[in-house]
């Protein structure tokens, strides 16, 4: 396992929209596409330990009720490789999880469920982390219309954080330098982008993403911890 400080200070915070408080009720099964479980790796292209839990995830994506993306991060792109998928924004919602869950940020990392993080290429650790997960406790669905996509939530959420992810599903690279150099990586559910939802409403259109993308809503509570979640995979693979 790798584990690297943060070489930077001062990140900027990834925006949280915020709402009044309400009750949430207690989670229902609806269908056989209900999410159970959310997995976000922090990964970077530079460390050489990451490709198996790159690997993982993107197994672990094709099992029916797992959402999963990877957020790569930037701490890794002095240190021989830039990754072309990294973000600073990626890092630090890394350091914000690792501060809530009283945890390290090292790569390769796997947050379950907002709620553990374990070490993303530990196959039997990552196993025991996803069936221990409690499941989200509010049914969302997402799906994709002539004027965006459309998003359903199931009940009223407030004091709640609300993310817009849309990812890659797969992406090759030939990496020429660092750790990784001479080998051609293959990254699974890459992050793109994350735009704030500021105002949840039962029943709302997003904005649309493209046909080769798919796109996550990912709702969280005040400690992070994934209350809701829904995903419209891509169309089509061009």
């Known amino acids: 396992?790798?584990?690297?400080?943060?070489?930077?200070?001062?990140?900027?915070?990834?925006?949280?929209?915020?709402?009044p408080v309400a009750a949430r009720r207690a989670h229902a099964a609806t269908d056989a596409a209900a999410t159970k479980v959310v997995l976000e790796l922090f990964t970077s292209q530079g460390c050489s330990s990451c490709p198996p839990a790159d690997a993982l995830l993107g197994e672990l994506s094709r099992e029916a009720g797992i959402i999963a993306l990877a957020w790569h991060v930037d701490y890794w792109n002095s240190l021989g490789w830039r990754d072309r998928f990294s973000r600073p924004e990626w890092t630090e919602r890394q350091k914000s999880y690792a501060q809530k869950l009283q945890d390290e940020v090292y790569t390769p990392a796997l947050v379950v469920n907002g709620a553990a993080m374990v070490v993303g290429s530990n196959?039997?650790?990552?196993?025991?982390?996803?069936?221990?997960?409690?499941?989200?406790?509010?049914?969302?669905?997402?799906?994709?219309?002539?004027?965006?996509?459309?998003?359903?939530?199931?009940?009223?959420?407030?004091?709640?954080?609300?993310?817009?992810?849309?990812?890659?599903?797969?992406?090759?690279?030939?990496?020429?330098?660092?750790?990784?150099?001479?080998?051609?990586?293959?990254?699974?559910?890459?992050?793109?982008?994350?735009?704030?939802?500021?105002?949840?409403?039962?029943?709302?259109?997003?904005?649309?993403?493209?046909?080769?993308?798919?796109?996550?809503?990912?709702?969280?509570?005040?400690?992070?911890?994934?209350?809701?979640?829904?995903?419209?995979?891509?169309?089509?693979?061009?």
């Open 1 to 19: 396992m790798r584990r690297r400080d943060l070489v930077t200070a001062g990140l900027l915070a990834l925006p949280v929209a915020a709402l």
């Open 123 to 238: 196959r039997a650790a990552v196993r025991l982390a996803i069936a221990s997960a409690a499941p989200p406790s509010v049914t969302a669905t997402l799906r994709r219309s002539a004027s965006g996509l459309e998003a359903e939530i199931s009940e009223k959420l407030d004091a709640v954080t609300a993310l817009l992810v849309t990812y890659d599903p797969e992406q090759a690279t030939q990496v020429d330098a660092g750790e990784n150099g001479g080998r051609r990586l293959v990254d699974y559910r890459v992050v793109r982008d994350a735009r704030i939802v500021d105002e949840l409403r039962p029943k709302m259109t997003l904005p649309p993403v493209a046909e080769n993308q798919g796109a996550v809503l990912l709702i969280q509570d005040a400690r992070w911890r994934v209350i809701a979640a829904a995903e419209s995979p891509p169309r089509s693979t061009a």
